[in-house]
């Protein structure tokens, strides 16, 4: 996400955000007051009249985003104490335990504990349920329960929590967490390929890639490739000087357009690049969005590097944080962006909805053709298309599915408590292993929640509503039935991505991200066809004079 960030439920904040467009817009003005009269008195009027003692403050926060949610994902509502959580994607630093945390379902989950930071150090694992914190017990907080671990630096926190059905106690003294925008760099084993992974734009993503850069051509690298699978994006600005590092100082890298004048900028390299000549592969993936699709496509329209793996998210909006009163924020979509050659690739119209509410995605049909420096043609409408596209690294229904119910993860937790001696030995998983996994699926009954489960589970429950579910249980059981066998043969269809999938996760439980990093260094298909672009002169130089 293109961000530059903060919520709290109060009238000012709603009005002054109406009014800053009513400034802006001059014909809307009386519009826009006559709007907030009438909010402002159906507010007085319900807070006063209600049968029950209402809440204020949630009804408001309510109002807000549920009026900002019919615009995009990507405009939000923040109250002040959402400041400190949202200073990590801008500095990258902030004073909490150092992990990875989600609440779902309720529960608190680590994710992922960074090495060596306050969570590692307290003994908590991947896998582990927070459920106290302090005298808090979750079970009864409503509230972001993320909070309660964040505090002064030294600060001790006594924290319960589930393990494989025990209950376990420990402190966890707060501490400063770096977050990287680079967690890993690493000079291949052909001793000539660097290899640099860019997690996300925080403040610091351009000094640790132009840091990582000098170390691996100090040791020899005289080809380089850049990580961008997985970035959700960042900085703007830190796109643009990752760019710089190199393309030449002037050279025009994103342009963003708006129908209000202020907010169209071109955004140029303000200084000397490290190296105009090396060669320069970019790895994109799904999930690489933003931010990280200025600086692929900036670099493909420049004919600078070979962007490798697949087609990218599709993200070209642009937010910026205005600020409320009460220390509130509003973060809003002001404008495009534009690659070099004029291609904005936004995948989703967000003006235009299907009837189910959704964004429409942007038909190939409907693309347009641009031309790169050297003339190569490239598209826009859906994200940034890789110069070498790789159909094998293309996540696969089902492994969405098996992703987003945490099936790969638990059985990854199930499996590390089984194997608790593995250290830095790489597991092969094998068919046995897979079935063990699929036991493992229909053992703890996973949903594995495919789009079609859930429409056919949300038209039995709109049947129980409308009181005709039993005449129509015996069809929806037999389709429900047909629709988990056909998962289960997708299960087999893709079982190789979904056992580098399940590989992946049990490598970080034993060695963290790092260990899984220098083990894609060895083995992962997209970086080794990565290097074998790099090695090939004639074919790098041929795509980029295609």
Known sequence: MISLLKKKYVIPALASGFLFVGVSFKQDFFEIAKQIEIFTTLFKTVNQNYVDEVNPGELMDKAIKSMLADLDPYTNYFNEQDVARFKI?????????????????????????????PADKAGLKAGDEIIQIGDVNLVDFKEDAGTLLRGAKNTKVDIKYKRQGKLLTTQIILDEV?????????????????????SQFNAKASFEVKEALTKLKGEGASKIILDLRGNPGG????????????????????????????HNNTYKTQKNPIDLEIPLVVLVDGKSASASEIVAGALQDLDRAVIVGTRSFGKGLVQRPLDLTYGTQVKVTISRYY?????????????????????????SKNYNAFKTRKGRTVYDGGGIQPDVELAEAKQSTIASALLKSDGIFNFA??????????????????????????????????QLDTETEVALKNTMAIAKKEKIDESIMVEYQQLLTALQRSEEKELDKNKAEIKDLLL??????????????QYYTKSNPEIAKAVNVLNNTAEYNKILKN
């Open 413 to 446: 937790t199930d499996y590390y408590y089984k194997n608790p001696n593995l250290g830095t030995t790489i597991p092969t998983l094998n068919d046995a292993d897979f079935a063990a996994f699929k036991a493992f699926l229909k053992k703890d009954n996973f």
């Open 339 to 363: 690659t070099p050659s004029g291609r904005c690739i936004q995948a989703l119209d967000y003006t235009h909805k299907d009837k189910d509410g959704k964004a429409v995605r942007t038909e």
């Open 504 to 517: 992946d996760e049990i490598i970080k439980r034993y060695q963290y991200r790092e260990g899984l990093y």
């Open 89 to 117: 994607n801008s500095t990258g630093e902030y004073t909490g335990i150092g992990a990875m945390i989600n609440r779902k379902d309720g529960r608190l989950i680590i994710v992922e504990p960074y090495k060596n930071f």
């Open 235 to 262: 900085l703007l600005h830190e796109a643009v000087n990752i760019c710089n590092l190199f393309v030449p100082q002037n050279e025009v890298i994103v342009t963003t357009k708006s129908k209000t004048d202020k």
């Open 178 to 198: 770096d977050v990287k925008a680079v967690p890993f760099f690493s000079l291949l084993s052909d001793k000539t390929t660097g290899y640099i992974v860019l």
